[in-house]
């Protein structure tokens, strides 16, 4: 596994120092660049870096791009997507307002911009690859509405809607030498042009259908496939939710599937075939009184022939939430970069990229937590001496009985991200739930905090 740093910018000098920052965002997991540095020099050199126009977001981008794709060759990828907006609403009167600022969703008049990533992980293990892509974007200031701007009549290569077809070309192009990627969308990815533009023989699209389109013999696409025969049927176990009062369940699915051709309609590119050859999966929840039951209707163009496929599809459409994670830790549960005091949009947009770059660390360590089978290094996270320190705290975390022992080898990142989950909260047990990245996130805080003390105590036993 690539340690996931910079590597293609030109200036060394300004190379260096965003790798530096890269390491103390992961360190130190706070969005305030006075909190992670430890001078005011320091500081002022991390602004410059930030606002400095050699270092564009292209180049950031394409840096992270290079440490995803080199450890996806011969490998089944997924690609997952979602948009999110950075909302800056509550520092209006601080931030400039200038060519990479915009308006956004958010209620009150939202000023901010807006991301769609391609998160990229291995289709059997979900270890996290990386980014293959990521489109930033804002709005203008003085946006017109959609029938100003008479919305349905643009080319799609002009509507915002672009960005799921862009970042999809986008990502086959980087992943070329993977052997399959399977790219996964919500509803807002089912667009016709999409399914006649991506897909080839080893590029798949996996959409969860947002419209009930009319087939060619005029029956619409949900109602087809409700009549369709059960192929099977599986079981999943859901969370309850204490402040929902949804209690935990076991919920149980039946799957159909069938091909289906669909056609394009009067607001369809031109360019586009007149239809489409796609296999629809239902997976709808049986046996139930519950309120909202599970119903996940999917658009592929992957070929289901049996079952098993079918629930393969299904399983990794579920692996969507992890982009979801991404966004809460980069957001209000994490580094909360909506509350940066940086003056420049430019500046925050390029300091995002660099904290969701730290972040695929932090689902590194909750993937090799939970694949008990796969072996990670922990140098890909931890320096030296950091190991070393945490290899103290381990003694000093572990209980008396032997379920409480850290069970790992030395080297294997299990070991050393067992002791940040103690730091985080987690109790140890192995019958215990497994800690997730929120728990990861408060004992990296943590340990930073350690690693201050081991080092004033290196730097003393040496005087």
């Not at 209620?107 to 059997?124: E, N, R, T, Y």
């Not at 809460?328 to 549960?333: G, P």
């Not at 109790?427 to 350690?450: C, D, H, L, M, N």
């Amino acid at each position: 596994m690539k340690d996931r740093q910079l590597s293609d910018i030109k200036d060394l000098r300004l190379l260096k120092r965003g790798n530096i920052i890269l390491d103390k965002l992961f360190k130190n997991s706070v969005h305030s660049i006075r909190q992670i540095t430890q001078s005011d020099s320091e500081a002022k050199s991390f602004y410059r870096f930030l606002q400095n126009d050699n270092v564009s977001e292209a180049d950031i981008v394409r840096n992270m791009t290079a440490n995803c794709v080199s450890s996806c060759t011969k490998k089944v990828v997924l690609c997952i997507q979602d948009t999110t907006e950075v909302n800056l609403y509550n520092h209006k009167n601080r931030v400039k307002k200038d060519n990479y600022i915009g308006t956004t969703n958010a209620a009150k008049g939202g000023i901010g911009f807006l991301l769609h990533p391609s998160f990229v992980l291995d289709a059997q293990t979900l270890v996290p690859y990386g980014f293959s892509d990521v489109k930033i974007w804002n709005r203008p200031l003085e946006k017109l509405t959609k029938t100003q701007r008479n919305y349905n009549m643009l080319p799609i290569e002009e509507k915002e809607s672009y960005k799921w077809i862009e970042s999809s070309l986008n990502s086959k192009k980087a992943l070329s030498k993977a052997k399959e990627i399977i790219i996964i969308q919500d509803r807002e990815g089912d667009i016709y042009e999409q399914f006649g533009i991506v897909p080839d023989k080893k590029t798949h699209l996996l959409v969860r259908a947002r419209a009930n389109r009319t087939l060619s013999d005029k029956t619409k696409l949900f109602d087809y496939i409700a009549k369709q025969s059960s192929k099977g049927t599986y079981s999943v176990t859901l969370e309850g939710d204490n402040r929902k009062n949804i209690k935990k369940r076991e919920a149980i699915l039946e799957v159909r599937y069938s091909q289906v051709t669909i056609n394009k309609n009067d607001l369809s590119s031109k360019t586009a075939p007149d239809n489409i050859t796609l296999t629809i999966i239902e997976a709808k929840e049986i046996n139930t009184v519950v309120e909202n039951p599970i119903c996940w209707r999917l658009l592929t163009t992957i070929n289901v022939e049996n079952l098993e496929t079918a629930l393969n599809c299904i399983t990794w459409y579920t692996c969507r939430w992890i982009i979801e994670e991404v966004f809460r830790i980069l957001k209000k549960e994490g580094f909360n970069i909506e509350a940066s005091e940086l003056t420049y949009a430019k500046s925050i947009r390029k300091l995002s990229l660099l904290m969701m770059e730290t972040i695929v660390k932090l689902f590194l360590m909750q993937i090799a937590y939970n694949c008990p089978e796969e072996e990670i290094e922990s140098s890909c996270c931890f320096s030296e001496d950091e190991l070393k320190c945490l290899e103290y705290q381990i003694v000093s975390l572990e209980g008396k009985t032997q379920k409480l022992k850290n069970p790992y080898l030395e080297k294997d990142l299990k070991r050393y991200v067992w002791a940040i989950a103690r730091l985080g909260g987690w109790k140890g047990y192995a019958s215990e739930r497994k800690p997730g990245i929120t728990t990861f996130w408060i004992g990296i805080q943590k340990f930073s905090s350690v690693m201050q003390g081991w080092q004033l105590f290196q730097d003393v036993s040496r005087r």
